[in-house]
Structures are given as C-alpha cells and as structure tokens.
C-alpha cells in the first residue's frame, strides 16, 4: 500500500514539475534569475535541472500533504 500511494504522490508531482517548468521559463529567461540581488553564475541546462527539482519537491509535498489529510485516523495511527 505504501508503494501505491508514494506513487499516487510521485507520479502527478513529476508531471506537474514539467508542466510549471514549461509555463516558467516560457516567460523567464535563466539567464535573468538572480539569487539574494546576486545573478546565478549557473549554465541554462543548470537552471533548468535546479528549477526542476523545486519544482518537483514542492509539488511531492503538496501531493502528499493532500494524501494524508485524506487519510482516515486508523490509517494514520497504524
């Protein structure tokens, strides 16, 4: 069951991370992102990778939050 559900998570945070990837940097050139007022001195595929992986981790975290507030209290307690 544990695998079903990291799946549940996994799958549509990977999909939506492609999907924001696409709507930010169609708009966002990398070469423009600055860090604390600093310019990233990263490689543009660098900056895509990096943007990604946040992208991907902050979509997982949602996905699972969602599932374990659809969880019942025995679930949750076991």
Do not use: K
Request: proline share 5%; glycine share 4%; charged share 10%.
């Amino acid at each position: 069951m544990l695998q079903q559900r990291l799946m549940w998570i996994v799958w549509p945070a990977f999909l939506m991370a492609g999907v924001l990837e696409v709507l930010v940097f169609a708009m966002v050139d990398p070469q423009d992102v600055h860090w604390f007022g600093a310019p990233l001195e990263w490689s543009r595929q660098a900056i895509y990778t990096a943007a990604f992986f946040v992208f991907w981790a902050v979509t997982t975290v949602s996905g699972a939050l969602t599932v374990l507030l659809a969880m019942s209290s025995p679930e949750v307690n076991d």
